[in-house]
């Protein structure tokens, strides 16, 4: 049992938020490292970039898989996406994303990996 850590991009971008081309341009880091996990992993993406990085990994249709938090969605590989809000300090002090909120998606998340 384990748990891997990645982000969509691999650099620090101006206004901490990355452009899609910045996005793009990292994403063959992102498809070589989703491409080493087991089959039937589960992997949850932090937010809308974060979702859409991890379909582009997989060259599915963004617009079959609509990110929502809490929602979950299945890959042709087989592995589970599951995502969230993001967890910045704009989405917990606007309570977009409440502690609640961001316990019960890791508890999925948990489960689908097979974590407990």
Known sequence: MGCRISNAVKCLPPANKPSTAEADECN???RAELAGLPAG????????IAHRAV?????VKLSAYPFGHAHLHV??????LLDSYHCSRYNTQTKRLSEAMFMQVMTR???????G
């Open 28 to 30: 063959r880091y992102l």
């Open 41 to 48: 992993a589960a992997i949850l993406a932090l937010g809308s």
């Open 55 to 59: 379909l582009r990994a997989f060259d």
């Open 75 to 80: 890959l042709p590989a087989g592995m589970s």
């Open 109 to 115: 998340a948990k489960s689908l990996a097979g974590l």
